[in-house]
């Protein structure tokens, strides 16, 4: 290839280039042999810097690195030596390297190695490569890596001070890079850098005092950076720098150290720091490996934010004694403590650093006597999972029984608020018996007074509570008792019609009883009232039964069979038969109303009753028959002989399983037929005459057995007749 078309085709490879058609560059360059004759002396920095160029687009640092140095023909200088620019410009490499510019955004100087190679460093390290670019880096005095290390630090520090808006990036590779140079072991011998610009050895204490006052520096412009954007202590650059600094030190040296290559292996085998391995078998570090801001350099380009999570930020605050800065912030975030929950997946990951942060806080405000907000920061600590010890248990006794009143013990809050601060105490020490005690009293004093004004909800709801806090307490159980007399007398007035009032509720009477029954001196009225609520409970259970609602039945019966305990248990299917009595009582008090529409209610409740007595044929007739004839006679002398032959009707009980049933029967039609002969209705008397003389005729055949009653004891004692009173008129007619 001859001069010219060596030429030729670098001069349109910069074309290629310039319009973005890289492959085709890279094609042209590739043709151009520099082993070869053809390419004058002045186009191979050209060549090269294309080279470059497209070596870095491609992320092949080393090679970009190789090319650069080869464009000045040359090795960067040692540090330390001031030595002027090989193309004769004004600046000096020691220059270039404190105060480099490249982070400006713009073109960099590349009048030299030095700036070249430092533009590579940072372009490299937005890309996760820092490490490579370094390895690559002719370091012929064991100071140039180093240098450059150095110069990017100070580059993206200033670039934060001018820069209008924070590229997060300059910020994460300020903390990182800084934490690096500045780190007690010293990884990158940044003394040994320091010691050869300044021509003499520094003393421990000059260096150590130097170091901080950098690191003072440091620490302030990322502070004013943070005033002047409005972050907050959880994502503040601030933060981030001394979160570096207190909690990732160790790892940090760690990480970049195995990033640089620069001294040992850490993790392929078991010799620590005396590890000989080769420096390729070194273990590349990832973002698991690595803090967060490194992690940020090891995996690619860092996206915006602080390079910390606001848990890990809440961490560092919380153990670094900055807990009033984070509640702070949190709060301004969040809203107030109080509305903080362990299980929320907002607050989960910082619950435990916020904990922490509440119960320092407490401490300090029960030191200062401030006995309400250290309840209130104890009790949200509990809610976000801490586990309050022996020393928290006295804190929160103190502030509780004090709570409420001034340095003298004297009262200064009204009694609701003492016991909101008692109940929250409690809460959190619901084992001391001093809190519940005073707790206990102040509910009572608390009830009394709603007594006083009419309001016995309160009251009852006041005295029920010092009873859970502290059972068995004397003040609280004599309160309720007097109340709930007072209650039960007007309830059984009110049930017995004594004085005209609203019916009370079955679950209002339900609690009365069940604590009157146990109640060490029983009301007098309680077992009036237990009658009447005996009397809607069965109604209540036979109306769920015939809805075929069983469960809410049992339910019902439970509920009333808890009011009086006995020794009786029973499993689930035990209820049937109690079921089926209920059905049967009620049967019987519609029987017994002087008024009611017993041809339907009464054969639903019987058979209902049969049903879950599971009884059948002749034994569920009988059963009907037990419960009907008590009621018979006083149905015909009541002048309801209609009654008696419908629900007979509609029961179908068989005649000549009972003489006395079939007789009464018969006077009933006997007195329906007289009325209806009266009415006019001469043929319906006429079949209500004969049926009446079959029964009698049947009855007559009969010969009466009296039998006791199984399922209803008591209700039925007789065979035959009724005495005198009750069954003279039947009996007349019957004879």
Known sequence: MNTTDATHMLRQAELDYGTGNFARTLNLLDRISTDRPGLPEDDRASYHALRALLAERAGNWPEAVRRWLAVFGTTPPASGEDQPCDLGCSCDVRSVLDAPDATSGETPCLCCPAHALWRLVWQAARQGAFGEVLDAVPDPSGNRRTAVVHALAVGTLRSLAQSEKVDPAHAVFAIAVWHLLLDDEDPLRFEELVTARRGAPLDGKDWRSARDTLTGRIRTALRSLDERDGRDVLDAWETVWNAEEYEYTGELVRGERAYLRMEDCFGSCDDGPACQCPVDTWPHPTPGTTPPCLGLLVSGRPGTGSPITVDMAAEHLEDCGEHRALLTAYTRRHGEPATWQAESDTHRACAPYLAGALVTRARERFEKLAWQDTLDDLTSAARLGFVLDRSHHEMVREAGLNAGRDGNGYQRAT?????????????????????????????????????????????????????????????????????????????????????????PGLQRVGELLHRGFRAEHPAEDLHRVHEW???????????????????????????????????????????????????????????????????????????????????????????????????????????????????????????????????????????????????????????????????????????????????????????????DGDGTPYIQETL
Not at 439 to 460: I, M, P
Not at 574 to 581: N, T, W
């Open 533 to 723: 609520y005996g009397d809607r409970m069965s109604e209540r259970i036979a109306r769920k039964a015939l809805a075929g609602k069983k469960a809410e039945a049992y339910r019902s019966l439970r509920q009333l069979e808890e009011i009086r305990p006995s020794g009786d248990e029973r499993g689930g299917h035990g209820y049937d038969g109690d079921v089926a009595r209920f059905l049967r009582d009620t049967a019987v008090r519609h029987l017994g109303a002087r008024s009611g529409d017993h041809t339907r209610q009464v054969p639903l409740l019987l058979s209902a009753a049969a049903t879950f007595a599971r009884l059948t044929g002749a034994e569920a007739e009988r059963q009907a028959l037990e419960t009907v004839l008590p009621f018979a006679a006083k149905l015909v002398d009541a002048g309801r002989p209609s009654d008696l032959i419908a629900l007979q009707t509609a029961l179908v009980i068989p005649s000549g399983r009972s003489a006395e049933y079939d007789q009464i029967l018969a006077v009933a039609y006997h007195r329906r037929a007289r009325d209806r002969r009266t009415g006019g209705d001469f043929a319906g008397a006429a079949r209500d005459e004969r049926t009446a003389a079959a029964l009698r005729m049947e009855t007559s055949q009969q010969i009466p057995l009296p039998f006791a009653s199984e399922w209803l004891p008591g209700l039925i004692d007789r065979s035959g007749p009724p005495p």
């Open 415 to 503: 009694l609701v608020q003492r016991i909101h601060w008692l109940e929250s105490a409690h809460a959190l020490a619901p084992d001391d018996a001093a809190l519940g005690k005073e707790l206990a009293a102040s509910l009572v004093r608390r009830g009394t007074e709603a007594l006083r004004r009419k309001d016995r909800s309160e009251g009852r709801a006041r005295f029920q509570r010092a009873l859970c806090v502290r059972p068995g307490d004397p003040a609280a159980q004599v309160a309720l008792d007097e109340l709930d007399t007072q209650e039960l007398a007007e309830i059984a007035d009110v049930v017995t019609g004594a004085r005209p009032g609203r019916q």
